[in-house]
């Protein structure tokens, strides 16, 4: 099992440990590193400046936000520090969620599905530098020749050779048809709220992108990295009264209590009357309350708390149906040391 360092976003400023969350990672064997964005901190200045400090891991950004940057200027970022990092990146994806595309950036967020599938046709001919780039879709028209369009634009390569055409992109989904477009587009699956519950369920879903016409990979070459809390402690009930509020956050707080995907995902994990619950109180400020609802199932469901033997065992079963690395964001170098070496098995 890979180890993914997850660092998140910046909240009201920087985080105060990250360059040394990042050293230890390098040094005690995880695998990558990844930054994230909202609508505050970026996803790719503090991976290439962090990042330049490492020699051994991957960085990778979960998510890229699509409406942050036109495709091509997301092939430009990411070829950049592909070159810096000796062929270290990895490109995560993400469409967000109407809230941040529509309120942050000013985009319209329907047909997420259709401007994925664009998106990253797009960044792949950039990466492949095989002829100028070309799209004629709706989304991403490339030259561009609607309103105000001056008729003078040409198709394009990149004056920089990319490092390496196949850099990996993977790609944060958690509805069945953006999983399963994942799986016939992407080399990866970002993965938030990984369950055994529905385990079978995923599987199934990236099972029919493997067996759509062009498929890019096969379950054989293609990664799953879980967003998961994993604690080595002998007082579970102390880290789940931790999580609580976090899960409040995602299944009340997050996204338009219209369209929330999370809580979309938590519903269909069986856990429909706790999100109503839950949103109700979150919504009216009770965010305390809220936090009370969440039970210590939906806790165990999603994540890997317990002793060394019980979180071992946890994370072969996580394998056992798929799982290829598990995306942590230990609090101190001490906690990064330890599930290296907890994990160091497995």
């Known amino acids: 099992m890979k180890l ?3 660092l998140g976003y910046w909240g009201a400023g920087m985080p105060a440990n990250a360059a040394e969350m990042v050293a230890v990672a390098d040094e005690v064997g995880f695998d990558s590193v990844f930054t994230a964005e909202s609508w505050g901190s970026d996803v790719f200045t503090p991976l290439a400046w962090w990042g330049s400090a490492t020699r051994n891991v991957r960085l990778g950004t979960a998510v890229a936000q699509l409406s942050a940057r036109t495709p091509t200027a997301v092939a430009m970022a990411a070829l950049t520090l592909d070159h810096l ?3 270290r990146a990895i490109l995560g994806l993400g469409v967000s969620g109407p809230q941040v595309v529509e309120g942050w950036y000013g985009a319209p967020f329907g047909k997420p599905l259709g401007r994925t599938r664009e998106y990253v046709d797009v960044v792949r001919q950039v990466l492949a530098r095989e002829a100028p780039v070309i799209n004629d879709g ?12 001056d008729g003078l634009g040409r198709p394009l390569k990149p004056i920089t050779h990319p490092l390496r055409k196949d ?8 509805g069945p048809k953006n999983v399963a477009l ?4 992407a080399d990866g ?3 938030i709220f990984f369950t055994e519950k529905l385990a079978d369920q995923y599987n199934s879903w990236l099972d029919e992108g493997f067996a759509r016409p062009g498929a890019r990979r096969s379950r054989a070459d293609f990664e799953v990295a879980a967003s998961v809390t994993v604690r080595v402690t002998d007082d579970a009930p102390a880290e789940f009264d931790r999580l609580r509020p976090v899960l409040a956050l995602y299944a009340g707080g997050m996204g338009a209590e219209q369209k929330n995907f999370h809580a979309d995902l938590l519903r269909r ?3 429909g009357e706790v999100v109503d619950e839950v949103t109700a109180l979150f919504r009216s400020g009770r965010k305390a309350e809220a ?5 210590d199932e939906l806790i165990r469901d999603i994540a890997i708390i317990g002793n060394a033997e019980q979180v071992r065992t946890q994370v072969k079963q996580w394998a056992d149906r798929g799982v290829t690395m598990l995306m942590v964001s230990p609090r101190t170098v001490e906690e990064a040391r330890t599930l290296a070496e907890v994990l160091a098995e497995n």
């Not at 709706?138 to 020749?145: C, D, E, K, S, V």
């Not at 850099?167 to 958690?174: C, D, K, R, S, T």
């Not at 936090?291 to 039970?295: E, G, L, N």
Request: hydrophobic share 45%; aromatic share 12%; net charge negative.
């Open 4 to 6: 993914g360092l997850q």
């Open 85 to 87: 990092s000796g062929g």
């Open 138 to 149: 709706p989304h991403y028209p490339l030259p561009y020749t609607g309103p105000g369009a």
């Open 167 to 174: 850099l990996p992109i993977w790609l944060g989904a958690e």
């Open 182 to 185: 994942t799986a016939e587009i």
């Open 189 to 191: 699956w970002l993965a």
């Open 269 to 271: 994990m069986g856990y």
């Open 291 to 295: 936090a009370a609802v969440v039970p």
